[in-house]
């Protein structure tokens, strides 16, 4: 994942922020489906504070494994007002996945979403990922280019973004793999619904020419990944790593030209000190990205939300970006609820990174940091839904969704 592209695996982030109060109240599950009732409470900078429930339905087979979630969301937010979610996620074997995801609120926002995944084709050399996603989005922040970004100049728009992405590889060695990646996408901005902040071309009229007009891109990529993870979803032990090259250009169609280069790498590293047992998660990445003055911001690097999780979406922007984070998952919890075996955890949490323009700038000498507690609801083999609650220099920020943050 880099910066500055909103992968549809990235953009299904869901509204879990009640997660920790899932054991005051519950159906009792029956048998092969379990009721769960999440209350949901947000703060993020971005959004703003949504209030709103989201009724979670699990459905398992005989060995208490996870087929099937239902998880739609009936939330309230002051800009976007009602905005309902239907969410369906399927776990058919260990190596498939898909997912639906459909909203449209009372509003201008609306999220759809497809995704598919299936790491066993071709008798387990070969995987295959894609996805399609559309999304509206009427909070979106702009501050400006560079790792100095001034909050002072916050401004909004609305992002109209669509997204088709397939993602076929092929396993060279037991946990070697060579990928290509194809991704088609459509982007505009237009105004946003936030009526106290300036429109970001009147605030920022240096991003004219630079991502304001429609446009449309289709890029390729090819990768090297090293996995030795033991899960795909919940990571105990074992490794990810992957290098990439990216590129579009106007003679195949693309609005600009550019280039990528990144590399991203994590660890998982079980710990035991005296009774208590955790895994040790580490992430580290560097993504360079090659173009002319008019290359658009929204497909430069950033950081936010998942990267520095004090910070609201694309809180900083620029050609290149480092991050860096470590976290400490600590099962606390775990007992027979609601007809499955749910764990919570606590994850300390610490983030840097930093953004910056030219290739040959330092990527550590002017580091952004968030810091914070992660709360995780696990239930195994697959499911994970968290909240991260961050503090950075400009205040605090609470976030949540499905699956590990990284």
Do not use: C
């Not at 459905?59 to 969410?87: G, H, V």
């Not at 926002?109 to 066993?120: G, L, Q």
């Not at 990571?235 to 990216?246: D, F, Q, V």
């Not at 990528?260 to 895994?279: M, S, T, Y």
Request: aromatic share 12%; net charge neutral; glycine share 8%.
């Amino acid at each position: 994942m880099t910066g500055g592209r909103p992968t549809p695996a990235r953009r299904a982030r869901s509204g879990w922020a009640g997660v920790l109060v899932v054991l005051v109240a519950a159906t009792p599950g029956h048998a092969g489906r379990s009721f769960i009732p999440i209350p949901e409470i947000i703060l993020d900078p971005n959004e703003g504070t949504t209030l709103g429930v989201l009724p979670v339905v699990l459905f398992t087979n005989e060995k208490d494994e996870i087929r099937y979630m239902l998880a739609p969301d009936f939330s309230y937010n002051r800009t976007r007002e009602f905005f309902p979610r239907f969410r369906l996620f399927s776990y058919p074997t260990p190596t498939r996945r898909w997912s639906l995801i459909a909203g449209k609120s009372t509003t201008k926002d609306e999220r759809y979403i497809a995704n598919f995944t299936e790491r066993s084709l071709w008798e387990g050399r070969a995987y295959v990922v894609a996805g399609l996603l559309h999304e509206r989005d009427s909070t979106r922040r702009f501050f400006g280019l560079g790792n100095a970004s001034n909050e002072a100049r916050e401004s909004n728009y609305t992002d109209n973004d669509t997204v088709a992405e397939a993602s076929p590889g092929l396993w060279l060695m037991p946990h070697v793999a060579l990928g290509y990646d194809m991704r088609i996408r459509r982007h505009s901005i237009e105004h946003g619904q936030v009526t106290s902040l300036p429109f970001i071309e009147k605030e920022h009229p240096e991003i004219r020419d630079r991502g304001d007009a429609p446009a449309v891109y289709w890029s390729h990529r090819v990768s090297l990944t090293y996995d030795s993870r033991d899960s795909i979803d919940i990571p105990a032990r074992g490794a990810l790593a992957t290098a990439y090259t990216e590129a579009a250009d106007r003679t195949l169609g693309s609005a600009t030209s550019f280039v990528k280069l990144g590399a991203e790498w994590r660890d998982f590293v079980p710990v035991h000190i005296r009774r208590v047992r955790g895994v040790l998660a580490l992430r580290a990445l560097l993504n360079y990205v090659s173009g002319s003055r008019d290359t658009p911001f929204w497909e430069q690097s950033s950081l936010g939300e998942r990267d520095l999780r004090a910070f609201g979406t694309d809180r900083f922007i620029d050609f290149n970006r480092s991050a860096a984070s470590v976290e400490f998952r600590v099962p606390v919890y775990s007992r027979r609820l609601f007809g499955v075996n749910p764990e919570l955890e606590l994850a300390p949490f610490f983030d840097a990174g930093e953004v910056f323009h030219r290739i040959d700038d330092s990527p550590v000498s002017d580091l952004h940091v968030a810091y914070g507690m992660g709360f995780r609801f696990v239930v195994r083999p697959q499911v994970v839904a968290y909240v991260d609650i961050g503090f950075g220099f400009e205040g605090s920020a609470v976030f949540s969704g499905v699956s590990y943050p990284f």
